[in-house]
């Protein structure tokens, strides 16, 4: 089979798992709670009853946006490796004549095709609701940023996903991990009410620069090649670290014998 | 009647500490708790919502009522899941008072997370002076725990056979958060927004908590989230006995 036949039977499997993905999440709660609901009422928080330059309400609106966009990857994607072993399909997932961890990726790019999606469309409904004005210059690249930061965030729910197998506290720890990502990423409240100690973790997440490039974008300001270069690399990072981690999880299973095991 | 509520409410405890143990407690639990207490309060200090006091009583009862009503549904959805209701029925207690003196555990549970919480984030945030200021109102927070467990349980009652139960548990908790005056308070004073809100728990009891602090007594507000709370207890109770009832006339049940 010539390297590009390969690729489009890869990218066939990356589709139909996302497409997989994407009609498996139909049934759960969690894209309307995380998707809808938590959005919406963190915007009727932070909108309710102040009179916001569009400048502001852009900066809350990209902020709630990436908080959720949080929330819903630690959430839906960190879980769908434990799910394809509670199901009993991760060991028909790791003999397939393809590689897992394309299955894993498209997985969680439907996953975090859909948060983003439903993220998108509450908080344009809302801010058409609230009637707040939002300012977005340069939409070309705004999206394209979006894209760009979803993408990475597809990186870190590999990352999530891998690790959330090899330990049954999974649930448990992304509880955990919800509030300090948020605060520590600058995500909703900005770093400059956090005391200097705290600010350098945000370097090391991705959503954070999400939020600091669309906002940057969205309100005129030039936008750094560095925090580009940073948010690719992190998303890069994160997915590299997923793979390495999920090799180790199947590795770890096949001696153990517990592949199946939930 | 005595010796078998104080049975039902032993062994609550031992599941609760079985499904989570000190440890789950400790590692995941608490410090979830403190860090929603820390985000609440400084979200509401950017957006000058209030002073802390205000933030603090508001965030401290959100982080009791994720407790006691969204994961107080599990009293009922453990019924489902061990297919156990239909001998819960035929028991010598009303299945509306099991559920009750089972979320007990939730409601301890959800008030040991505010004390922790008013501890440590009252001294992160600079503001000591709040821990004195809030512990002597706990009775208050003891009050809103019930009103809330009433409210969760009436929801989980409904929700749990359509297995929406986490669907429903949130989307009250977040009802209560935009509803309750844990921030922010939706609608104008008189509209008929603001007319819904106060039949929610909460409602009545943090502002209550809140006027004590100020230094004004307002027991006509704790008065109210007492009736609140009898209210919740008496829905989750109908549906729970219009439930049974169906079941037995036309082999519906749905907590089979």
């Not at chain 2, 109102?137 to 139960?165: C, E, I, K, Q």
């Given at each position: 089979m010539s390297?590009?036949?390969?690729?489009?039977?890869?990218?066939?499997?990356?589709?139909?798992?996302?497409?997989?993905?994407?009609?498996?999440?139909?049934?759960?709660?969690?894209?309307?709670?995380?998707?809808?609901?938590?959005?919406?009422?963190?915007?009727?928080?932070?909108?309710?009853?102040?009179?916001?330059?569009?400048?502001?309400?852009?900066?809350?609106?990209?902020?709630?946006?990436?908080?959720?966009?949080?929330?819903?990857?630690?959430?839906?994607?960190?879980?769908?490796?434990?799910?394809?072993?509670?199901?009993?399909?991760?060991?028909?997932?790791?003999?397939?004549w393809c590689d897992a961890r394309v299955v894993l990726f498209g997985k969680c790019l439907g996953a975090v095709a859909v948060s983003g999606t439903a993220i998108s469309v509450t908080t344009t409904v809302m801010m058409l609701a609230l009637g707040t004005p939002v300012h977005v210059d340069r939409p070309l690249l705004f999206v394209a940023l979006a894209v760009l930061a979803a993408l990475s965030t597809v990186g870190l729910a590999m990352l999530l996903g891998s690790l959330f197998i090899l330990t049954r506290a999974a649930v448990r720890i992304s509880e955990a991990l919800m509030?300090?990502?948020?605060?520590?990423?600058?995500?909703?409240?900005?770093?400059?009410?956090?005391?200097?100690?705290?600010?350098?973790?945000?370097?090391?997440?991705?959503?954070?620069?999400?939020?600091?490039?669309?906002?940057?974008?969205?309100?005129?300001?030039?936008?750094?090649?560095?925090?580009?270069?940073?948010?690719?690399?992190?998303g890069v990072l994160y997915a590299a670290a997923g793979v390495a981690v999920f090799g180790r999880a199947v590795d770890l299973g096949r001696r153990r014998g517990t592949l199946e095991f939930f | 009647m005595v010796w078998r509520a104080r049975l039902v409410c032993r062994l609550s405890l031992s599941d609760f500490l079985v499904v989570y143990p000190v440890r789950v407690f400790l590692s995941s639990m608490l410090p979830q708790a403190l860090m929603q207490v820390l985000f609440l309060v400084l979200l509401g200090r950017m957006l000058h919502l209030g002073d802390d006091t205000f933030l603090m009583t508001g965030a401290l009862a959100q982080v009791m009522v994720g407790?006691?009503?969204?994961?107080?549904?599990?009293?009922?959805?453990?019924?489902?899941?061990?297919?156990?209701?239909?001998?819960?029925?035929?028991?010598?207690?009303?299945?509306?008072?099991?559920?009750?003196?089972?979320?007990?555990?939730?409601?301890?549970?959800?008030?040991?997370?505010?004390?922790?919480?008013?501890?440590?984030?009252?001294?992160?945030?600079?503001?000591?002076?709040?821990?004195?200021?809030?512990?002597?109102?706990?009775?208050?927070?003891?009050?809103?725990?019930?009103?809330?467990?009433?409210?969760?349980?009436?929801?989980?009652?409904?929700?749990?056979?359509?297995?929406?139960?986490?669907?429903?548990?949130n989307l009250l908790n977040t009802v209560i958060m935009l509803g309750s005056g844990v921030l922010v308070s939706l609608g104008h004073p008189g509209g008929w927004l603001r007319a819904l809100t106060e039949l929610l728990p909460i409602a009545h009891g943090l502002p209550a908590v809140r006027e004590f602090i100020a230094g004004r007594s307002d027991f006509r507000d704790v008065g109210w989230e007492f009736v609140v709370a009898l209210g919740w207890f008496g829905v989750m109770t109908a549906v729970l006995r219009v439930q049974s009832v169906r079941a037995r006339r036309t082999g519906f049940d749905e907590f089979a």
């Open positions: 390297a590009a036949a390969r690729a489009l039977r890869y990218l066939e499997v990356v589709l139909a798992a996302a497409r997989l993905q994407i009609t498996g999440m139909r049934g759960s709660p969690f894209p309307i709670l995380l998707g809808v609901v938590q959005p919406a009422a963190y915007l009727v928080i932070t909108m309710h009853g102040r009179a916001l330059t569009p400048e502001a309400a852009t900066t809350d609106m990209l902020g709630t946006a990436m908080m959720t966009l949080w929330g819903s990857t630690i959430w839906s994607a960190g879980g769908i490796l434990r799910r394809e072993r509670a199901q009993g399909t991760m060991p028909q997932l790791i003999r397939s509030y300090p990502v948020v605060l520590a990423g600058g995500l909703l409240i900005p770093l400059t009410l956090m005391p200097s100690w705290l600010r350098w973790p945000s370097w090391f997440i991705s959503l954070h620069w999400a939020q600091v490039l669309t906002s940057e974008c969205a309100l005129g300001r030039s936008v750094q090649p560095g925090q580009v270069a940073a948010l690719a690399a992190l | 407790e006691t009503v969204i994961a107080v549904a599990d009293v009922l959805v453990d019924d489902k899941d061990s297919g156990t209701m239909p001998s819960l029925r035929r028991g010598v207690m009303p299945v509306g008072l099991v559920a009750a003196l089972r979320a007990w555990v939730h409601g301890a549970h959800g008030l040991v997370l505010l004390v922790c919480c008013l501890l440590v984030d009252s001294l992160l945030l600079g503001s000591p002076g709040l821990i004195l200021r809030v512990l002597p109102l706990l009775p208050l927070y003891v009050l809103m725990a019930l009103s809330s467990l009433g409210l969760g349980l009436a929801g989980a009652a409904v929700a749990t056979g359509r297995r929406s139960d986490v669907l429903v548990g």
